[in-house]
C-alpha cells in the first residue's frame, strides 16, 4: 500500500519513493548496518601464487589447485594482505588483534571451491574503530565492528540456452582473491549517510592504495542491513539484507525503497521477516531472496591447514609509519595551508590522484605564504572548472591527459601575470590538454597574446561601430546595456585577445563622441 495515494501500485519509481520516504520516515526512524567487501590489491591470492588481475584473463586460466580446491593442495597466507587488513584497522581507529587465526566457513555453493571459505570468525585482525563521515555539514561517527580477511569466491553466470533451459557457468579465476570484509555498527540512520559512509570509506581505502574500490567491476561491494523501530525507541528490531547493489545510487535507492516497504509492513499489522532480499535495479524494488541462515549453520572450525597469524607491535608499529595523510586531514590542510573553500578542498581531496596532481601544479617553491595561496587558489579554480571538463569530456583520469601538473602551473602563472586571458586562456588550456605542448608556444603559435597594440584594437572597436549601427542607436538612446553586445563583438573580432577593460573604455569613448 502507497503511504502517499492509498494505491497498492505505487512506491516503484524513484520520486515517488523520495515523497513516500520524506512523509512516512516521521514516525520511523531507520538503521543500518553495512558490511564491505573489498578486493585487495595484492599482486597474488590470498592461499596461492596466482596473479589477482584476472579482470581482462580468459576464463578459468588464473588458477591452480589451491584456488581450485583441489584435494590435498595445500593452502599458504598471504602476509601482504594480512598487513593491507591491519593498516585499514590503524586508519579506522581500531584495535589490531595480537594473535589471530582463519576458519572454515562451511556452506555448499557453486562457487565455493572446496565447500567452505577460508574466513576469520571469533578474533577478527582489527575490531571496535569508527569512521567520521559528513553528512550536510554534520560531523558523525559511525562503528567499526570488525574488520577481517577472507578469500573472494568463483564467479557465476546464469544464461539460457536457445531452448528456453536455465545453465549456469563459473569462472574460477576471482575463486582466493584477498578480500577484505569491514562490518560497520547498525549506527547509520538514513540512506544519504549510508552513502556517505560509503563514499568515506572507499577513499580511505583508495588512499591506503589498499583497494580500488570500484563498485562497478564489484572490487568494492556492499551488504546493507536495514531495520525500522518507532522514532525515541533504543531497541533494535527485525533486520533484512539487501544485496546485488553496484553503484552508490543503487545502495541509496534499494534503502529509500526497503524503508518505505517495512513501514508498510508494520502500519498492516504485519511483521517484518529476517530475511536477504535482492536489489532489482530495473525494477526499483528488493525482491525476497531466502530467509537468514544462522552462524551455527555455516559451522565455522579452526582452519587446520594454516598457522595462526602473530601481529606483534613492531610490526603494527612499521604498518602504522606506512600509513599515508588519510583525506579529513588532507582536505582540512588544504584548507589552512591554501585558503581554499572546504567544498572546493572536498572535491580536491576525494582522490588521493586529484590531490596529489593538485599539490604538484602548486609546488612549494614560492617564498611568500601569500603568494602560494594566490596561485593556489587560481590552480584549484581551473582544476575545478575548466580541466575536469576536458577530463570528464574524454572520460579519462587525472594523470592519463597530456596537461601535467607542471603544464598547469606554467599556464596559471601566465593567466596571473596576464599574458593570457578570458576565451583566449581557455583555448590555450584546451590546445595543452590536446597536445601536452607549453602554454607558451601554444600562446605564440595562435598568435593569442593579448593584443597591445593600441591601433590594432581601435581599427577593431571602429569595424564593430560601423558594421552594428542598431546597437549603436540603442545605446546612444540610453540603453546601455547594447554596450556589452558590442563588446562581444569586439572580443570575437579579436578571437579573445582583446582585454575587455580596454575595449569598454574604447568604445565608450567612441560612442560618446557621436552623441549630439
Ligand atoms: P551476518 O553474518 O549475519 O550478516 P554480520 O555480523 O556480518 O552478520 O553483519 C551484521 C550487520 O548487520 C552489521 O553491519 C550490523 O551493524 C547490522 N545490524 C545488526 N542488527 C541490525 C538491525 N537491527 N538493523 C540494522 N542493521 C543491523
Ligand atoms: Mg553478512
Ligand atoms: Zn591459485
Redesign the pocket.
Known sequence: MCIRDSVSTCTKTLECNSINYMTSTKKYET?????VHAQLLTESKMFCSCPTDYLDARPNSVVCPVCLGLPGAMPSINKKAVEFVVMTGIALNSEIAGTTQFHRKNYPYPDLMKGYQISQYDIPIASNGWLDIDVEGNLKRIGI?RIHLEEDVAKLSHRQDIKGQDYSLVDVNRSGVPLMET????DIRSPEEARQYLVHLRAILQYLGVSTGNMEDGSFRCDA???IRPEGSEE??T?V?IKNMNSLRAVYRALEYETIRQIEVVENGERVIQETRGWSEERGITVSQRT?EN?HDYRYFPEPDLPPIAIDLSWQETVKAAVPELPTAKRNRFMSQYGLLEYDANILTNSRLTAQFYEEAVGQDDGESGQVTLKAKAIANWMLGDFFGLLNGAGIGMYDSKLTPKLLREFTDMVEVGTIRGPAAKTVLEQMFETGNKPSQIANEQGLPQIEDDGLLESAVEKVIDDNPQAVQDYLGGKETAIRFLLGQVMKETRGRANPGSVTELLINHLQGMEG
Open positions: 538503521v543500518i548496518g553495512l558490511e565492528t562490518v560497520s555498527e547498525p542491513n536495514i531495520s533494535f528490531f533486520r539484507e537468514k552462524a
